[in-house]
């Protein structure tokens, strides 16, 4: 499967303006409501269809080099199906992170126009079928993308990555092995949690702040383990996705370190009676402390106050 990776601006849902969800970051100087990409994971009628702005020259329309994406120079077609596009954006906080992807999605040459529900007049030059495409939760964003700088052949000022050197193969590679074992429930959210010395989101208006965040890779095999011991059941709030969702909430649990990570000196055996599992709220209460994290007793005291 050929793969595309395109860098769009930071939203929650991609479903357009609503709620809480009600500005794009990044993705441009253009007006907030001409980012096309802001329905990128909007279902219509059992299809995704997504938007990246592949040029930086104004008034041309958008277009993808089929010809270096599927790696056959005398590539005539307009279109290419089966390719894994995988959308990128940088967090307010800092850093490039997965932000979904559509499998076997068809990639057009050129921006298509779509008159179709509420993406009328919204631009796309990606389309998959909705069962095939990935938006991540903003807790579950947690796999770096690397630029150009740091890995020859990865990001560089556009917004479109073909990954073509041996280097960005391989770095593709680690994508691909991420987003399969994403879905076949060896790695959830939390699993590559980001500690970010609580630090909240950063509400962006004029200003600039950096902010470090640090990775500490989790090993599945704990995952496991502690699942075996403790269910599918937050350990704070007793929620069950699958009792609340039913399929889609199969086997959908975070994995909590008592003992956070980045206090662990390095990489080092975790017993099961560390670990526990919580729900994306609890765990994102649980690291709202200070210094260090709360215990699951404490929060639970802090819930009946």
């Known amino acids: 499967m050929k793969i595309l990776l395109c860098n769009i601006g930071w939203m929650l849902y991609y479903q357009g303006f609503k709620g809480s969800d009600n500005r794009i970051i990044g993705g441009g100087n253009h007006e907030a409501n001409n980012k096309h990409e802001i329905y990128n994971f909007l279902p219509i009628r059992g299809y995704c269809y997504g ?3 592949a040029t930086n020259r104004p008034y041309l329309w958008e277009s993808i080099d089929l010809k270096k994406l599927s790696g056959d120079k005398n590539f005539k077609e307009d279109k290419l199906d089966d390719v894994l596009v995988v959308w990128v954006a940088r967090n307010p906080q800092g850093g490039r992170y997965i932000v979904g992807w559509y499998k076997h999605a068809t990639v057009y040459a050129k921006e298509k126009e ?3 529900g509420k993406r009328n007049e919204y631009g796309y030059i990606v389309k998959a079928k909705e069962d095939d495409c990935v938006c991540l939760s903003e807790l579950e964003r947690t796999f770096p993308v690397k630029n150009g700088k740091e890995v020859h052949g990865m990001f560089g000022q556009s917004n479109i990555c073909y990954a073509q050197t041996k280097e960005a193969q391989r770095e593709c590679k680690k994508i691909e092995k991420y987003i399969a074992n994403y879905e076949e429930g060896n790695i959830k959210g939390s699993d590559t949690y980001t500690d970010q010395d609580n630090t909240e989101l950063v509400v962006m208006e004029g ?3 950096t902010v470090k965040l640090n990775h500490y890779e989790r090993n599945p095999k704990n995952r496991k383990r502690c699942i075996e011991k403790y269910g ?3 350990a704070v709030c007793g929620f069950d996705f ?3 969702y039913g399929e889609i909430g199969k086997n959908f649990i975070h994995i909590h370190h008592l003992k956070p990570l980045s206090d662990l000196g390095g990489e080092k055996e975790v017993a099961v009676d560390d670990l526990r599992p919580v729900c994306p709220n609890c765990h994102a209460m649980l690291h709202r402390k200070k210094k260090g ?7 639970k005291k802090k819930m009946r106050q």
Request: proline residues 0%; positive net charge; charged residues 25%.
């Open 51 to 53: 938007y990246v702005r």
């Open 207 to 209: 200003g600039k702040k």
């Open 242 to 244: 699958y009792e609340t």
């Open 114 to 116: 779509s008159k179709t």
């Open 293 to 299: 994290v709360y215990s699951i007793s404490v929060l």
């Open 232 to 234: 599918y059941k937050c």
